[in-house]
């Protein structure tokens, strides 16, 4: 089945250690998107990519940064964790164009835990 | 600003029908999107509006009013397996998805 893949589940880190995140996709989209999403509130996009163009919002800390190496990979990196980023991580992935019913479609997300 | 508002939390009986509201103002409308997130899950789409009217897809409906920035999910037949939070999101003038905080459905027996 085509899907989304995230890795890890979970993963924990130390406050200021850095850590990856990834997400893999066999749908072949070309817009991959990673939010952040915190208990009981709506999920808030990083950043994503249009094919190898990346798109950062405005309000995403530079503690956060992206890859994405060919299609089906992209990585998130967070370079020194604070207690506050402590969060769910969701990869999504999208067809391209302008078509306004093309839907998203999650990874099951990293549960990250900074102790 | 952009906003999108739902009830924080709601509950229902087993078998019984429950709506769950949205409420949008967007820079721009390019369609309206319900979601269903279990706990500790990802995601996972539901329906797709951007014309008014009613969409119905099995024992879920969706409705929109794009003159009055309203859209609501109707879901018949309730069981237990349908709590969880139903996440609202619209497509703004960019092609963005701005997403409401959820509504958390409990379903009682």
């Known amino acids: 089945d085509a899907m989304v893949i995230q890795n890890p589940r979970y993963q924990v880190t130390q406050f200021g250690k850095p850590v990856t995140l990834s997400c893999s996709q066999t749908?072949?989209?070309?817009?991959m998107y990673w939010y952040q999403q915190k208990s009981s509130q709506a999920p808030k996009l990083l950043f994503h990519?249009?094919?190898?163009?990346?798109?950062n919002e405005a309000d995403t800390p530079d503690n956060f940064q992206s890859r994405r190496p060919n299609t089906s990979f992209c990585f998130l990196d967070i370079r020194s964790p604070g207690l506050g980023d402590a969060a769910m991580y969701l990869c999504?992935?999208?067809?391209?164009?302008?078509?306004?019913?093309?839907?998203?479609?999650f990874g099951p997300g990293t549960r990250l835990t900074v102790t | 600003g952009q906003n999108i508002d739902q009830p924080t939390e709601m509950t229902a009986t087993e078998g019984a029908i429950v709506q769950i509201n949205c409420t949008y103002q967007?820079?721009?409308?390019?369609?309206l999107f319900w979601y269903q997130q279990h706990a500790g899950e990802a995601p996972t789409f539901l329906s797709y509006?951007?014309l008014d009217g009613l969409e119905e897809k099995g024992r879920f409906s969706s409705f929109l009013s794009r003159s009055k920035g309203y859209s609501y999910l109707l879901l018949k037949e309730l069981q237990m397996k349908d709590s969880a939070s139903y996440l609202c999101?619209?497509?703004?003038?960019?092609?963005?998805?701005?997403w409401g905080a959820g509504t958390k459905l409990i379903i009682k027996p």
């Open positions: 999504a992935t999208s067809r391209a164009g302008l078509a306004e019913s093309y839907e998203q479609y």
């Open positions: 749908l072949n989209h070309n817009v």
């Open positions: 999101a619209v497509k703004d003038s960019n092609y963005q998805l701005i």
């Open positions: 967007t820079s721009g409308f390019n369609g």
């Open positions: 509006n951007v």
């Open positions: 990519y249009y094919d190898k163009d990346f798109n």
